[in-house]
């Protein structure tokens, strides 16, 4: 019985492995070896989608994770983003679009969580949005990098969509922590 409650472990553990694979996928992209970065990438994906299920479904859920969860997120978004834009594959605009959003994210929550004191954040359906439309720029742009099988015209719609949706999502937080600071002043 008692090996069985270490299995409740194994989302931190496939967390963990998304962390450490930032560094070969950045050296992967330094490299320009991207059919193998996207393999990587896409695993790394996987194993989010992974202990997200597992954590849900066996209520495997740690303070731990909480913490180490998004921070791989965004590392490995992050840091993927920046080395496609140094290798001039997404525009710096895009990037400094996605940092931003996600600096007013979190910048937002911890201005609030200091005035106000702790709560309980959901992803919004804009925020989810977002997330997808980024993960599909950025797998597109790999692919891409990979083999060229997408159109310009197919990447320049894919990097607006993405582009556009982090914006109304960065737009759409500014606005729900503005009204949740208002709304506890009350």
Request: aromatic share 12%; proline share 4%; glycine share 8%.
């Amino acid at each position: 019985m008692e090996a069985l409650r270490g299995l409740r472990h194994i989302p931190n553990f496939l967390t963990l492995l998304r962390i450490a694979a930032v560094v070969p996928l950045v050296w992967l992209l330094h490299q320009h070896l991207y059919h193998q970065a996207l393999v990587l990438f896409a695993l790394a994906g996987l194993s989010d989608g992974l202990d997200g299920y597992l954590a849900r479904r066996f209520g495997w859920h740690s303070s731990l994770g909480a913490i180490l969860d998004p921070m791989a997120d965004k590392l490995l978004m992050g840091c993927t983003a920046l080395m496609l834009v140094w290798n001039g594959i997404m525009p710096l605009w895009l990037f400094a679009l996605i940092i931003a959003r996600d600096a007013i994210l979190s910048g937002g929550a911890l201005i609030y969580r200091m005035l106000r004191g702790p709560f309980q954040v959901q992803p919004s359906i804009w925020g989810k949005i977002s997330t997808f439309t980024q993960l599909l720029a950025v797998v597109a742009m790999l692919m891409n990098a990979a083999y060229h099988i997408l159109p310009r015209f197919a990447m320049h719609g894919l990097v607006m969509i993405a582009g556009v949706m982090t914006l109304i999502s960065g737009l759409h937080y500014v606005w729900f922590w503005w009204r949740k600071y208002r709304h506890a002043e009350k």
